[in-house]
């Protein structure tokens, strides 16, 4: 069957590396970010045009990223007559319900905005998450936590705060026609540091707190009609505090909740959130990591591209998530550090920069597609991934080491093409298009020094 212009094989010694397909995993959805607080920002640009160049860098599979999920939050809206507004920059999301028994669906105009110009652009799975409640649900009267880091909902608040999360979920899917797959009421809520006076929003939620809103949230959801929206949760900074509270929850919560999201921010117990998520019947996404890597502010900057790649690939190899959500795309530059993948000023004028952490996300998402299988490797340092539908393969290896020759192993595969596309992203180039030549049993791939590097195959077949 095949037909290469030079029918060699490759030497496959101990060297070589192998993809292994039968120990991948399947319903792999796609790549998204969150859309606090940079769309609160350039949500409200008054040159649009400017903005859809944006969302087209961002969300477009031919000419952006080619990210297909968003995390839209649900605001819950400092005190106006708060004196010292702590909020960051974009932070100060506003609220639905501005007091109690008073609504304004015209609020968040800005995020809103952003979030129906992505899924115009082929964004296909939208979540909802909340921060925190509304500050007159809270204890602290501040949505940026309680004064000790505690418990910041009101006890007598909780089937309010349920009702107000669900009843954003209705009047969207009602007045936008946007359906939230799910809503998640929680964001790292066993974490300590959510206290007065932060500088972004956020409540703690004790392990029987947790329990509590996350049923009720599920009850209102399914006393409204909204069966089409689950429940996810806990959203844990820690994959190990993921798994502490998963442990913790009892039977009900679990049966409540249908995905599970975690952070990967810190923790080891990738491997242990992938089992319980498989054990219990749950989807399980990465629904939140960013890095800004150890350099000075520079948007060349190289070492938060090697941190990127290297997450993602270990996330993908030990988590095994069905999703993996970047947390803003767009950072503040006023903010003066490397995370994001473009930069603009949130506290005036409307342009943007793009940086080296573009181009690094661009070698996984443009290329790893949703609806791939997920293939480890036996290299610590590179992923791939299958399509069947499009007979692609795709491999992405980092190397943070001095350069070197790679061999891949391809007996699990058969094909006809002699050729492969590679792309690479370097500190001298961005996604640098070339060559790599094939052979009947392999492919041998260079991978310069501090780069990262995407094979992509098409016309490829696993063998039967």
Do not use: C
Request: net charge negative.
């Amino acid at each position: 069957m095949v037909n290469h212009k030079e029918d060699k094989a490759l030497l496959l010694d101990e060297t070589a590396i192998h993809l292994t397909p039968e120990e991948g995993y399947d319903g792999f959805e796609g790549w998204g970010t969150s859309l606090v607080w940079w769309t609160n920002i350039l949500g409200q640009w008054s040159d649009t045009e400017r903005l859809d160049e944006v969302l087209d860098l961002i969300f477009d599979r031919e000419q952006g990223l080619g990210l297909n999920i968003v995390r839209y939050n649900i605001g819950g809206g400092e005190d106006p007559g708060i004196v010292n507004n702590t909020l960051r920059p974009g932070g100060d999301i506003p609220g639905f319900q501005p007091s109690e028994n008073s609504w304004d669906w015209e609020a968040d105009a800005g995020q809103r905005k952003v979030l129906l110009g992505a899924l115009a652009r082929g964004v296909n799975i939208a979540e909802a998450f909340s921060n925190s409640p509304p500050y007159w649900m809270t204890v602290s009267g501040s949505v940026t936590g309680a004064a000790d880091g505690g418990n910041n909902l009101k006890e007598e608040y909780y089937d309010a705060f349920a009702d107000y999360l669900t009843e954003v979920v209705k009047e969207y899917k009602e007045r936008y026609g946007v359906t939230f797959r799910t809503l998640n009421p929680l964001n790292e809520p066993a974490s300590g540091w959510w206290r007065k006076g932060n500088i972004q929003e956020g409540s703690h939620f004790s392990l029987d707190k947790q329990m509590e809103i996350l049923q009720k949230v599920a009850s209102s959801l399914k006393s409204k009609g909204l069966t089409a929206t689950g429940v996810s949760a806990p959203d844990e900074n820690s994959v190990d505090e993921t798994l502490e509270m998963l442990e913790g929850y009892d039977a009900d919560t679990i049966e409540s909740i249908s995905q599970i999201n975690t952070h990967t921010y810190n923790g080891s117990s990738l491997a242990e959130v992938r089992d319980f998520a498989k054990e219990n019947g749950k989807h399980l996404w990465m629904s939140e990591f960013g890095t800004g890597g150890s350099g000075p502010h520079d948007h060349q900057d190289m070492s938060s591209v090697m941190e990127l790649a290297e997450r993602i690939i270990f996330d993908l190899r030990m988590l095994q998530p069905a999703a993996w959500v970047y947390w803003q795309a767009i950072e503040d530059e006023g903010a003066n550090n490397n995370w994001g993948f473009i930069h603009s000023d949130f506290s005036g004028g409307e342009s943007y920069e793009i940086t080296k952490q573009y181009y690094a996300m661009a070698n996984f998402s443009r290329f790893i597609l949703p609806g791939s299988r997920i293939l480890p490797t036996d290299d610590g340092r590179s992923v791939a991934a299958y399509l069947e539908e499009k007979q692609q393969l795709t491999v992405v290896v980092r190397n943070e080491q001095a350069e070197k020759e790679l061999i891949y192993d391809l007996t699990p595969f058969e094909f006809e093409v002699s050729t492969a596309k590679v792309y690479r992203t370097t500190a001298a180039g961005n996604l640098k298009e070339g060559e790599a030549e094939l052979r009947r049993n392999g492919v041998k791939l260079t991978v310069p020094q501090q780069s990262i590097t995407t094979l992509v195959i098409s016309g490829i077949q696993l063998k039967k």
